[in-house]
């Protein structure tokens, strides 16, 4: 098992700036990728991006430019760091581990971006 707990959300004014935490614990040897989705109210949840233990990244081509994601191994965290954030952005953000044998998702932070 995976225990994925999410921190970092809340309001923000467009053109700001967000910090998203998400640190995992359990079997994290497991773990072989970890990212961040969203799901905005009314809309299905859709990737943000995600990184593998490789390095390798995915974005959305809506954050591409505005979002970085990263880890710190030694803390077994997955951070977002989202900047220009626009009122589109604003939604429930979720973690996510993809493990060897199953997928894991945090509680969620919500996000909101408005004026």
């Known amino acids: 098992q995976v225990q994925l707990v999410e921190s970092g959300g809340g309001l923000v004014q467009p053109g700001g700036s967000l910090r998203l935490s998400c640190a995992a614990s359990?079997?994290?040897?497991?773990?072989?990728?970890m990212g961040w989705y969203r799901q905005a109210p009314g809309k299905q949840r859709e990737l943000v991006a995600t990184?593998?233990?490789?390095?390798?990244?995915v974005y959305a081509d809506s954050v591409k430019g505005r979002f970085t994601i990263s880890r710190n191994n030694a803390k077994n965290t997955v951070y977002l760091q989202m900047n220009g954030l626009k009122p589109e952005d604003t939604a429930v953000y979720y973690c996510?581990?993809?493990?060897?044998?199953?997928?894991?998702w945090g509680q969620g932070t919500k996000v909101t971006v408005s004026s």
């Open positions: 359990g079997s994290i040897f497991s773990i072989y990728a």
């Open positions: 996510k581990a993809v493990a060897s044998h199953a997928d894991y």
């Open positions: 990184m593998t233990n490789g390095g390798f990244t």
